[in-house]
């Protein structure tokens, strides 16, 4: 996820540009630029680091004055943060500039394509095949809108792209494609931005993309065409009545809010070009070759925190699919049991930042055993991945609350990906086998949509409950590490006392803590796990006969629990493995509304930090 600043019109173009992304910073920090034309010739700045390392080449190094710019704040996907790989990229006659948010996937094919006809690249990005064939295009006489349509046309993938030409001082052109754009109106200027926080110190009237647009912005005009070239029917105009800090939020009141309604984009973007046409997973990044990956005995999964759940629910799929043994294991503890690593062993490490000091330390003790390491990480270029022997990432975007929720989801996605690679390539999942999961998580994005467009009971349940001093869960299977992670929630930002247990552990000591009124939330099993099933309906009868008021979360057309629960929350039918990905994000909800009504600070809840970089 990236932050993208496009503007025409009477203002200086370097100051709207880097005002737009000063305010989408949020949206990717690893590296910024900006372009502008002046007198035919396109100019460009670009630095690694924070927009203020950007500040600072900008005043060594002065633009040119300008009423024309695009700009970008990048979340590296395709190459590591550094200056060649920020955007913008100029294409091979410095004639286009061009910046991008998204992931394309036949990247490497338009590469070669270009290539052979004598185009030189420089960067490791996917955004510079864009680039590159958009100013191929524009050299060979085709106007910036045109071209534009046939890029957008030949990508596949997710792609906002925004583009300049030196030749062409009187506009922009964008298009989009799975990936958020819109357009700022004003008055004598339009602007262009991933979101309205870019412009709306300028404007508050705007206008959305729809799919598959490109959009042509002069300083009197706005003009938005499908790509075959004819004018689009779906234009809707709006106002904003946000404020800018509210904007940065995109209109939510918390960060960390924000980032559990972005969760189907984030859980898409996990799955995007993982599937290739002909049924087969393909995993670039996991550069281990299938004949190591079949000699593989055991693996071990070593995380901290909301990811060692992660970790958790990973177990129960991948020995599933792959029937090699499992085990998860908490960084901090790893290295210093003398756990039993050879060369037989995957080790796969999970770290939002890929920082996280712990989880570093384990991988490194395990290379020592001659162990093959598998990072999944959400930061590209951090210090984890690059020390494994390779890395999925989960793409899922900035994460600013503490408190990690889509880091969570998207976690989860990755090691199923994983689970699911390694039972193709060991030969334990037919085609179909893999092909039917791959087509339930492609639907898991609107189920996790659904959940949360049905998520008032939950907000009107956090507001009952605000005043509670202790809470329990339970679950099992799946349900079980669902459990540990709505209790963590509540620790973590609501400061409340909070257990998540096994619920057949129940009667060995937890039940106990039940009490009259005491606030028990139950992860019932899909249907499909029958003998589960039953016996969590007996575990939320057991703790209702001690006057627990039970909470429980169920699928769709579940009634057997209703005589048994105070509060049902609904989810949509999934299988049960990936019950996860829609029972933890009521708990998520819950946890948010409820520290926000206490009045604490959502995203900076107290003693903690985002990325622990100290054992």
Partial sequence: MCGIVGYIGPRSAQDVVISGLRRLEYRGYDSAGIAVGHDGVLEARKKSGKISCLDTHLADDPLPASHQGIGHTRWATHGGPSDTNAHPHLSQSGRVALVHNGIIENFATLRSELEAEGVRFVSETDTEAAAQLLGYLVDAGAPLAEAMRSVAARLDGAFTLVAIDAHDPDRVVAARRNSPLVVGVGQGENFLGSDVAAFLEFTRD??????????EITRESVEITNLDGTPAGDVTPYHVDWDIAAAEKGGFDWFMRKEIHEQPRAVADTLLGRYAASGELVLDEVRIS???????????IVACGTAFYAGMVAKYAIEHWTRVPCEVEIASEFRYRDPIIDPMTLVVTISQSGETADTLMAIRH???QHA???????????????ESDAVIYTHAGPERGVASTKGFLTQVVACYLLGLYLAQVRGMKYRDEIAAVMDELSSMPEKIQRVLDDS???????????????????????????????????????YKHAEGFPAGELKHGPIALVEQGLPVFVVVPPRGRDQLHDKVISNIQEVRARGARTIVIVEDGDDEVLPYGDVVIRHPRVSTLLQPLVATVPLQLFACELAARLGHDVDQPRNLAKSVTVE
């Fill in 206 to 215: 705007a206008i959305e993309l729809g799919q598959d647009q490109v959009v």
């Fill in 290 to 300: 299938p004949e190591e990956l079949r000699r593989i005995d055991k693996i071990v």
């Fill in 372 to 386: 093959k390491v598998i990072a999944i990480c959400n930061t590209n270029g951090a210090t984890i991945p690059r």
């Fill in 366 to 368: 395990a290379r020592e």
């Fill in 456 to 494: 008032q009971q939950v907000l009107d349940l956090a507001g009952e409950l605000k005043d509670e001093h202790s809470f329990l869960f339970l679950g099992r299977h799946v349900g079980y590490p669902v459990s540990l992670e709505g209790a963590l929630k509540l620790k973590e930002i609501a």
